[in-house]
Nanobody, 124 residues
Framework: QVQVMESGGGLVQAAGSLRLSCTAS????????MGWFRQAPGKERDFVAA????????YYANSVKGRFTISRDNAKNLLYLLMNNLKPEDTAVYYC?????????????????WGQGTQVTVSS
């Protein structure tokens, strides 16, 4: 079973930056598409960003496009989400997910393995 774990969340002021990291166990990291999702209190879990298996293609929700950057280092089994110009509306639990497909869809059902989430809180 592939285990996924996020880190890097915390409390920041509006306009600040955070970088989230995610690692996935096993030997197949470089075959997986990877994605970030988030869930705010009382809301459903929403797509944030995704990256295909080799990092050549990235996808972003409109709400974060231009502010967030998803990247990966397959040699280190690491996925990143750099979040710049954070807004209070970005406050949520952020989840890392892995898809066996290699090229991601943008919905939860297309992902096979999920982390436990890391809290990001943006104060005004």
């Amino acid at each position: 079973q592939v285990q996924v774990m996020e880190s890097g969340g915390g409390l920041v002021q509006a306009a600040g930056s955070l970088r989230l990291s995610c690692t996935a166990s096993g030997r197949a990291f470089g075959d997986f598409a990877m994605g970030w999702f988030r869930q705010a209190p009382g809301k459903e879990r929403d797509f944030v960003a995704a990256i295909n298996y080799n990092g050549r293609n990235t996808y972003y929700a409109n709400s974060v496009k231009g502010r967030f950057t998803i990247s990966r280092d397959n040699a280190k089994n690491l996925l990143y989400l750099l979040m710049n110009n954070l807004k209070p509306e970005d406050t949520a639990v952020y989840y890392c997910a892995a898809s066996k497909q290699g090229n991601p869809g943008l919905i939860e059902i297309e992902y096979d393995y999920w982390g436990q989430g890391t809290q990001v809180t943006v104060s005004s």
